[in-house]
């Protein structure tokens, strides 16, 4: 899967990944998710659905933060 959730959902995003302390705000879409890291997104109730139904069953958990 590529990042570059901004282009397609408006969405904002960060990648994680907990093996190397590393942090790339806003990845492009041209970043390839490796196993193991997260991608944490920001964006309204609608473009969040959205990205769920196209992550299907590759989505492992939400955590939703309050306004």
Request: hydrophobic share 40%; no cysteine.
């Amino acid at each position: 899967v590529t990042a570059g959730v901004g282009d397609q959902f408006g969405l904002r995003g960060a990648l994680y990944s907990p093996a190397e302390p590393e942090l790339i705000a806003n990845p492009s879409s041209d970043t390839r998710l490796a196993p193991g890291q997260r991608l944490v997104v920001m964006g309204s109730q609608g473009q969040l659905e959205a990205f769920g139904r196209l992550l299907g069953p590759a989505l492992k958990s939400v955590d939703v933060m309050a306004n």
